[in-house]
């Protein structure tokens, strides 16, 4: 497509139950990173992916969250067991390639705003 | 955790005024980025500046760096409507076999008023 596509839009869940974010990228773009942005914040990292290998994942909060992308295009972003706390908007951005010297920018997509009640 | 901090948190101006918001970061980056977000959007990549370059234009926006200081800023011409949004500055950091990962600072709200 011709930008980063994520779905749903807006999610609102009880607490305790389970989440699956989505993440469609832009086509052939190599690297994909996952965010957490609280109201008012600036977009935290959660984790980065070079095509299907996850190779950072040191900003999940917690155990309870896990993040995939096993054909190195669509990344899913689950919450198990979901808290308040978790309520956030969850932006995905790709780039076109995952070398240190590519100064790059991110291209993110309009985001999940997750509400947990 | 936020690496960088904006100045101000929040600016509101007279359409055709210009606007200079301010980051300041902490540790060495690869380079340093400006993106705009508007009201339930995701962020759109304004500029990218490399550690070796001390200025960049793009249409009305100018960016500088001083590595020296940590510190960034864009500057807005001739501001319009279309610009109330909130600009962040990220840098970009090469980290772990040579990943590069971004830290966002806190965000400047500019409001441009008709």
């Known amino acids: 497509g011709a930008g980063v596509s994520q779905s749903p839009r807006y999610k609102v869940a009880k607490r305790g139950q389970d989440v699956a974010l989505r993440c469609d990228p832009i086509s052939g773009h190599v690297s994909l990173f996952w965010y957490q942005q609280a109201l008012g914040q600036g977009p935290e990292f959660l984790t980065y992916?070079?095509?299907?290998?996850?190779?950072?994942k040191s900003g999940l909060p917690s155990d309870r969250f896990f993040a995939e992308r096993p054909e190195g295009s669509v990344s899913t972003l689950k919450i198990q067991r979901t808290q308040q706390e978790d309520s956030a908007v969850y932006l995905c951005a790709s780039s076109p390639t995952g070398t240190p010297s590519s100064n790059q920018p991110q291209h993110f997509g309009d985001g999940t705003r997750l509400s947990i009640l | 955790s936020q690496q960088g901090e904006e100045d101000p948190q929040a600016l509101s101006i007279q359409e055709g005024e210009n606007a200079t918001m301010n980051c300041s970061y902490k540790t060495s980056i690869n380079n340093l980025q400006w993106y705009r977000q508007n009201s339930g959007r995701g962020l759109v990549h304004l500029i990218l500046i490399r550690s070796n370059e001390r200025e960049k234009h793009s249409g009305r926006l100018r960016v500088t760096l001083d590595t020296s200081k940590k510190s960034s800023s864009l500057l807005i011409t001739a501001s319009r409507a279309a610009d109330t949004a909130s600009y962040f500055c990220a840098t970009a950091h090469i980290y772990n076999f040579g990943n590069e990962k971004l830290t966002f600072g806190t965000g400047t709200r500019l409001t441009i008023i008709p």
């Open positions: 992916f070079q095509n299907e290998a996850q190779l950072d």
